[in-house]
């Protein structure tokens, strides 16, 4: 210890330093004691986090298996990956489907050479084009979006091809500028290459090259369709489908289709099916990460008959009950599933004799592969409702079964959009003349979005909608009003609503063009000034204003409880009584009142990651076990500290004693030896 100092016993005889460390040896027992029990802790608290991991990746398998999505993933098959490669998500049409590719889609191409018969070459990229407008149109006919055409000026400052080709890309309009040599590398012949950057009859377009030098007239490959077949070789009529990318996934519900090559002559098979294999992959990687979490317990508690030692947690309390819980969830029926597939047994998963998980992969690929969607109840949470306007969205670990009664949920008041209607209805014979409207969420980002002149309702509805997902904005035909007529003519107004719904929803509008006079300019009827749900006068609110309607939350019942509405999501309230409908939710698609009733049930994967979850808690059994460890341990460092001060205080005053006693010593020697160096003396005499 610091401040320790050597002591000879030279006087005394006696090994003073030995002493000293004797009788400090017997005092450091208690503090030995506590550093011991440290030592335990430490091997306790690293088992203990050695088991938070493995329960942690327990966890994460078994909410691999909580939710239904984890059931639905699909796999997808084509017969011939040269021609069409495919893929499928979780709602993807389980199905064998025909499909003859005919032609794949194309970009429109047109080449730019010098004007002239026959046209002198441009022999460098450089080489003076003149100036003037290049004017480029999309599309032909009168129904033609004029929205997409765009003009591109050259002047001395970019009047060669390489300038040309410059500006073209930095308009960034929809069409691909290049520069390609026709010539010899000893004889160039540059011309400017343009390429639609889409593909499809709707990527077509022309140019005008004004007053350059340039002639647009060359189409080198004219935009078009895909062109397919879906059908199959047995002799039925086959449907024909044109679609503008060789990207198709609108065809087959939830599938994407890839068109890599055309082969007219070839009929393909694109099969899908559930995948099956995945399922099974999930569920095996639950049974072996809880099967070594299990092991690691049990370890615990094996005591070595012949050192008579167990494992660093033998015996702890918290530990026991956590495998008790563990084996508990493994081993009970979940409620409301068939009752043939209600248990981990049915599907062929028992427990051996040592209390690990074992796997009969006959019964279990069986049972995957004949009955998926009651698999699906046995592990993953999940809803039935006696009506199709309520859907499950959510759960928590506190929402517990709700038994073969099932809950129910009274809805009072639907869900509404956020809507506005315009004052005055769209002409028959379409737009006057070209129109922007900026439409967006009310205080968010707007999308102004172009018209053309004679622009029908139905066009302008479709144009406003090709918008939605990043303007969050939809149009309909509807009557003055706002309400949608069964009789197709009586709706001749535009009505904007929120993509949203929800009292948290609004929009916003206005247009570039008037519609004052009556709209005599035959307007979409908005008006140049702001309109929104809630204030749709508008530019003509003093005469003939629009009508809005607020958007709504739903409201209803779950199980007699209120509950939350946000939008069209009816959520039961966080519950102090423990009521089992706590944290669960519902989605509500009616447009009116109604009741029903929903059948909720917990399966093992969901109640296992509840479990799990509770037990990692900063309230839960792992988490509180490693706490109590750190808090003993912080204590025992503060005793062992305590402990130091008191030896160190201990030994000073052992080693000062002795010196002490030495130091007499010494003195009574050196008078022993004065009197007996008198006497002597007085002998002698």
Not at 152 to 157: E, R, Y
């Amino acid at each position: 210890m610091a401040g320790t100092m050597s002591i000879s016993g030279v006087i005394s005889g006696l090994q003073t330093d030995d002493i000293i460390t004797k009788i400090m040896d017997f005092a450091k027992r208690p503090q030995n004691q506590l550093k011991n029990q440290k030592t335990t802790d430490q091997l306790k608290l690293a088992t203990w986090q050695d088991l938070n991991t493995k329960v942690l990746t327990v966890q994460m398998k078994a909410s691999a298996l909580a939710t239904q999505n984890s059931f639905t993933s699909n796999t997808v098959k084509s017969s011939d990956e040269g021609v069409l490669t495919a893929t499928a998500g979780p709602d993807a049409a389980v199905g064998t489907y025909y499909i003859r590719v005919v032609n794949r889609a194309q970009a429109h191409q047109i080449a730019g050479e010098a004007k002239g018969d026959p046209p002198t070459p441009f022999t460098s990229t450089t080489a003076d084009i003149g100036t003037g407008t290049l004017s480029f149109t999309f599309g032909s006919g009168p129904d033609r979006d004029t929205s997409k055409d765009f003009t591109v000026s050259i002047d001395g400052n970019n009047n060669t091809l390489i300038g040309a080709r410059d500006a073209i890309n930095k308009a960034n309009k929809g069409v691909q500028a290049t520069i390609v040599n026709t010539g010899t590398s000893s004889s160039p012949s540059y011309q400017l290459l343009l390429t639609s950057t889409t593909t499809g009859e709707a990527s077509q377009f022309s140019v005008d090259g004004g007053a350059t030098s340039l002639d647009f007239s060359t189409v080198t490959q004219t935009g078009r369709d895909a062109n397919i077949e879906l059908g199959d070789s047995s002799g039925a009529s086959a449907i024909a489908v044109h679609k503008a990318s060789n990207t198709i996934t609108d065809l087959i519900p939830g599938v994407t289709l890839n068109l890599v090559d055309a082969a007219p002559g070839k009929m393909l098979t694109v099969n899908v099916s559930r995948d099956t294999a995945a399922t099974k992959t999930a569920i095996q990687d639950f049974v072996s990460a809880f099967n070594e979490l299990n092991k690691a317990i049990s370890d615990q508690f094996v005591v070595d008959p012949t050192t008579g030692q167990g494992g660093p947690l033998l015996g702890d309390w918290d530990l026991q009950n956590l495998q008790q819980s563990l084996m508990s969830t493994l081993t009970q029926t979940v409620p409301g599933v068939d009752k043939d597939f209600s248990s981990l047994a049915a599907v062929g998963i028992t427990l051996n004799m040592s209390g690990s998980l074992q796997i009969e992969d006959s019964t279990l690929t069986n049972a995957i592969n004949t009955a998926p969607d009651k698999v699906t109840s046995l592990f993953a949470a999940g809803m039935q409702s006696d009506s199709s306007y309520v859907s499950y969205v959510t759960s928590n670990a506190d929402t517990q079964s709700s038994g073969p009664t099932g809950w129910s949920v009274d809805v009072t008041q639907a869900a509404r959009r956020a809507q506005v209607t315009a004052a005055y209805e769209v002409p028959v014979g379409g737009l006057g003349n070209s129109e922007t409207l900026t439409v967006g969420r009310k205080n968010g980002n707007t999308t102004a979005i172009s018209l053309s002149q004679e622009m029908t309702l139905s066009q302008i509805v479709d144009r406003i909608n090709s918008y939605s997902a990043t303007s969050g904005v939809a149009a309909v035909a509807t009557k003055a009003d706002g309400t949608v007529s069964n009789v197709p003519s009586e709706n001749t107004f535009l009505t904007l609503r929120s993509v949203m719904y929800g009292s948290a929803t609004d929009i916003t509008a206005f247009s570039s063009r008037s519609n004052a006079d009556d709209n005599s300019a035959a307007t979409t009827g908005i008006g140049t000034k702001e309109v929104s749900a809630a204030s749709p006068g508008g530019e003509s609110e003093a005469t003939r204003p629009g009508v809005g309607l607020l958007g709504l939350d739903v409201v209803g019942t779950i199980n007699g409880d209120s509950a939350t509405g946000y939008g069209q999501v009816l959520t039961a309230k966080p519950s102090t009584n423990g009521m089992p409908q706590t944290g669960f939710s519902v989605m509500v698609t009616s447009d009116g009142p109604m009741s029903t009733r929903v059948y909720y049930t917990k399966g093992i994967g969901t109640l296992m990651r509840d479990m799990l979850s509770a037990a990692c808690s900063s309230s839960g059994i792992v988490s509180k076990a490693q706490d109590s460890l750190n808090s003993e341990m912080a204590d025992l460092d503060k005793s062992i500290a305590d402990w130091d001060t008191r030896l160190q205080d201990q030994q000073d005053r052992l080693s000062a004693q002795f010196s002490a006693m030495e130091s007499q010593l010494a003195q009574l020697q050196d008078q022993g030896n004065y009197l007996a160096s008198q006497i002597s003396a007085m002998n002698k005499k």
